[in-house]
Structure formats: structure tokens, C-alpha cells
């Protein structure tokens, strides 16, 4: 089954009013923006090649561009069966988590084979030297957060606030 997802950031007004050329699939609004990137099973078509760098990375796309977010990074990925990342890396101030949304593959961490499948989350620490690769017979598709290290102030619930107001739904 083909799943459609939108992604939605809420943005600080003073970097909305930065916003310009959005494209087909972004909306600006005050607080927000929104952009649809397609089907998950289109990503495929996307391409990660920062120019000078020599790195080429498809089926990998890079949301903060597109939705202008100041403190984390978001990729969304699809690694065709027998292909991966064919490089190792590690940061330098962010840590990462690995969403797995379908497939199966294999993570190499510091020399360590982490399987992975649907449903799985791997956190990996900055330091940590990493690739992986889709082992199954269907694309390997997730997402990959990163973010500074010791860098929320607050989760969950602890940032969050109750308003006044009925939601139109209920």
C-alpha cells in the first residue's frame, strides 16, 4: 500500500518572513510551513550530492531546506534492495535516530552488525563510526533525525501547553 505523508514544521515568525521560491507542495503561513515531497516510494528519485564533497547519495532528501528548521535535521531515505551507504561517517555535534518504516537491513556501528526491520529505532551518538545497507528483497525506506547533543530544553509534555478552544473534529 502506497502511504502519502505531509510533513508539517511550525516556524518562528521572524523566519517565515525569510521564506522565498517556495515550490509547488510548500506553504508558508506566519507559524508554519508545510511541504509534500510525494510518496514514500518516490524518494528514490532524490539525490544528496553536495557540490564539491564528491558524495553521492540517492534516494536521500534533505527536509530542512525545504521547511527552513533552525535546530534539527530531517532526512527521509529509500535504499533499494542490495544498495546502502557506501561510505562510513560520524558527526561532530549531533546525534542521530534511525526510523524504520519498511524493509530489512543491517547498520555497522563501531564494528558492530545492528539488524534492522520495520518498526525499528537506532540512536547513534556522534561520535560513533557508521553505514548501513538494505539487505532484504524490497526497499529499506526511513527517516533520520539529527539533532544537537543535550540540545532540547524540554520534552514530551514539559513543552508542551494546554489551550482554551474545541477542536473542530470532536
Not at 526510523?99 to 561520535?127: A, N, R, Y
Not at 544537537?148 to 524540554?154: E, H, M, Q, S, T
Amino acid at each position: 500500500m502506497e502511504q502519502t505523508f505531509y510533513i508539517v514544521t511550525i516556524v518562528h515568525k521572524s523566519h517565515a518572513l525569510l521564506l522565498t521560491g517556495i515550490n509547488k507542495g510548500e506553504t508558508t503561513m506566519s507559524n508554519y510551513q508545510t511541504y509534500n515531497f510525494g510518496k514514500m516510494s518516490d524518494v528514490d528519485k532524490y539525490t544528496f550530492a553536495p557540490e564539491g564533497t564528491g558524495i553521492s547519495i540517492p534516494g536521500k532528501l534533505f527536509l530542512g531546506e525545504h521547511i527552513k528548521m533552525s535546530s534539527i535535521e530531517v532526512s527521509i531515505n529509500n535504499n533499494a534492495p542490495g544498495t546502502g551507504m557506501n561510505f562510513f561517517h560520524r558527526h561532530i555535534n549531533n546525534e542521530e535516530s534511525y526510523i524504520f518504516i519498511s524493509g530489512k537491513g543491517e547498520m555497522l556501528i563501531d564494528g558492530e552488525k545492528v539488524g534492522v526491520t520495520e518498526g525499528s529505532v537506532v540512536t547513534i551518538q556522534p561520535e560513533a563510526k557508521r553505514s548501513w545497507w538494505n539487505t532484504g528483497d524490497r526497499d529499506l525506506i526511513y527517516i533520520v533525525i539529527q539533532a544537537p547533543v543535550n540540545g532540547l530544553k524540554a520534552g514530551g509534555i514539559n513543552d508542551g501547553e494546554l489551550l482554551d478552544g474545541t477542536v473542530p473534529w470532536l
